[in-house]
């Protein structure tokens, strides 16, 4: 290292392990006669398996496949790799490194290499993404940025197969990402995110739960640290490149974020604690409008109670909060009706309805899926239109897990002892075994046709 660089890494380590920085003249001279005696003919096979491990360590990194945190590494590694007087200093530092990208993965980014910039002062860093996998692929490489690389004049995104480049005057394709990044991180099916009332976003309390990727092994659900990283990453990045997400997160945590203390009020916006007028919130601040009036902001709307009338609206009630997971299937299951009237989100939505269904665990959490499920079915035949080219696949598994769970309702009814039917049963999975067999005249028809006859069952 030059000494600027030598002093940045020593100032990162202080209080973490004795350094210091001393200059070596013995043992730069002796790596510059040996880059000297190095003859470059006999470099052609060396060189040339380097380049085929860089070939291999970036189809991973992009498919995403062993996600790594030092794309911005192979980026220099591969230009340095071609410059004859970089390659004869540089040669055994270029193998080791690429043997511990390809050993460590995500993992190679202890507080040394935290701290060592991959780009010297004057240098950009430049990071190429897949639009077609935006997230994944910018994931590992804006983690394992140092946080200045990642700021105006430092920083150049690329996309993968196009021409469109930041030039030096600003950050044209930096905010395209960041604005295409927001978009696809406020996507409940990532699991990142919470919708809440207001159309405001919380952060979800368990990353990843119930989500229809939840089982993928580099998704939210199994790498929810990482994940949470990266959105505040982006958000820092969205700051200083001056570029809103287009995220509107809840105020709570947004005071969360500037090191404020959240009040009452926020509970508005929190998931699964305010539905309408008949929420947890509602009910607490009826209950604090008599015991504490200084918490609440003046509403003449609120009705206050004697101590009388309290304790016969508390009396039978059970003093239980919903859980985390409670408030996730309830924030969900809101999401999947609000989608009903918006085409862009009928595909995401019926995945995820068929999801809720699936992992269900009680009959209320059954019905309260069941009956958001029907809200988009609803909204998808008022609409009639030509249904998005992936709806058909994702109607029919909305279609088995609505049958899945309303034979699971039945069971458990049969369990509990419970008065049903068992000729309206039989009725019922004939009407679906004759659903199923309809073939449809044509997909822009048929699946609105086959939607209708299967809609009254539900």
């Given at each position: 290292l ?11 380590l202080?209080g ?32 040339e ?9 970036r ?59 991959l ?24 983690l ?15 996309y993968l ?10 950050g ?9 990044a ?31 990727s ?16 990266f ?22 945590l ?205």
């Amino acid at each position: 290292l030059d000494r600027s660089q030598a002093e940045r890494v020593a100032e990162h380590l202080r209080g973490e392990l004795p350094c210091s920085v001393r200059l070596d003249r013995e043992g730069a001279a002796a790596a510059a006669a040996l880059a000297s005696a190095v003859p470059a003919q006999d470099d052609g096979p060396r060189r040339e398996r380097l380049r085929r491990r860089l070939r291999e360590l970036r189809e991973r990194a992009i498919n995403d496949d062993m996600p790594l945190a030092g794309m911005g590494l192979l980026h220099h590694i591969e230009r340095d790799l071609e410059d004859d007087e970089r390659w004869r200093s540089r040669a055994a530092a270029m193998a080791h490194a690429l043997d511990r990208l390809q050993t460590l993965g995500p993992d190679l980014m202890d507080p040394f290499s935290r701290a060592f910039s991959l780009a010297p002062l004057g240098r950009k860093v430049t990071i190429s993404v897949d639009r077609n996998q935006l997230l994944k692929s910018a994931l590992g490489p804006v983690l394992a940025a140092v946080p200045h690389d990642l700021c105006p004049g430092r920083l150049c995104m690329k996309y993968l197969g196009e021409e469109g480049e930041d030039g030096d005057g600003g950050g044209g394709v930096t905010r395209a990402f960041l604005t295409h990044a927001g978009q696809l991180v406020a996507d409940p099916l990532l699991g990142l995110l919470l919708p809440s009332p207001g159309g405001h976003l919380q952060l979800s309390p368990l990353p990843g739960f119930l989500t229809p990727s939840a089982a993928d092994a580099d998704g939210v659900w199994q790498q929810p640290e990482r994940w949470t990283r990266f959105l505040g990453r982006l958000l820092g990045m969205a700051i200083v490149h001056e570029c809103p997400l287009g995220v509107l997160l809840a105020p709570s945590l947004c005071k969360q974020l500037l090191d404020l203390e959240p009040c009452f009020e926020d509970l508005q916006f929190a998931p699964g604690l305010s539905d309408g007028g008949a929420g947890w919130y509602n009910t607490l601040r009826v209950l604090l409008a008599q015991r504490a009036p200084d918490l609440l902001k003046d509403d003449p709307t609120v009705v206050r109670l004697d101590s009388d009338e309290l304790e016969k609206a508390l009396l039978g009630l059970e003093a239980v909060m919903p859980s985390r997971s409670q408030q996730i299937f309830e924030a969900l299951s809101g999401h999947v009706a609000g989608a009903a009237h918006s085409p862009q989100l009928w595909v995401g939505a019926a995945d995820l309805a068929a999801c809720l269904l699936k992992e269900a665990k009680t009959s209320a959490q059954r019905k309260l899926a069941m009956s958001k499920a029907k809200e988009l079915i609803d909204g998808v035949l008022v609409a009639d239109r030509e249904l998005p080219p992936d709806m058909p696949r994702a109607l029919q598994a909305l279609r088995v897990a609505i049958q899945s769970a309303g034979a699971m309702q039945a069971a458990q009814k049969g369990e509990a002892g419970e008065a049903y039917d068992l000729e309206e049963q039989k009725r019922l999975a004939a009407a679906w075994e004759r659903s199923s067999e309809e073939e449809p005249k044509r997909w822009a028809d048929g699946p609105l046709a086959q939607i209708q006859s299967w809609r009254t069952i539900v």
